[in-house]
């Protein structure tokens, strides 16, 4: 079982930046592959961003490539989403996401979620 805990998102104009942060716990976390998804109004969820166990592998949607950066601090068991330059489309609900094979929009744990709005 693995717990997850989102902080950070709120409110922000065009063009401006946000950081979330994800502190997980629960047995194998280390192994599991981690990142984000994100679920706006009257839209399925999408995934944002994954990295995974070792940081070898990190991936992200096209919508965010340039703009977003994700890492993973094994030490403090965290996962942080640096958006940057953000747009009113990456408005919605954050979830931090893990798996034990890879992160998609049907992840097999996620958090509570954080909002994200992003003014005009």
């Known amino acids: 079982q693995v717990q997850l805990v989102e902080s950070g998102g709120g409110l922000v104009q065009a063009g401006g930046s946000l950081r979330l942060s994800c502190a997980a716990s629960g047995r194998g976390f280390s192994r599991y592959d981690m990142g984000w998804v994100r679920q706006a109004p009257g839209k399925a969820r999408e995934f944002v961003a994954a990295?995974?166990?070792?940081?070898?592998?990190?991936a992200y949607a096209d919508p965010v490539k340039g703009r977003f950066t994700i890492s993973r601090d094994y030490a403090k068991n965290t996962v942080v989403l640096q958006m940057s330059s953000l747009k009113p489309e990456d408005t919605g609900v954050y979830y931090c996401a893990a798996d034990a094979l890879i992160v998609t929009s049907d992840a097999e744990y996620r958090g509570q979620g954080t909002q994200v709005t992003v003014s005009s």
């Open positions: 990295v995974d166990w070792n940081g070898s592998r990190i």
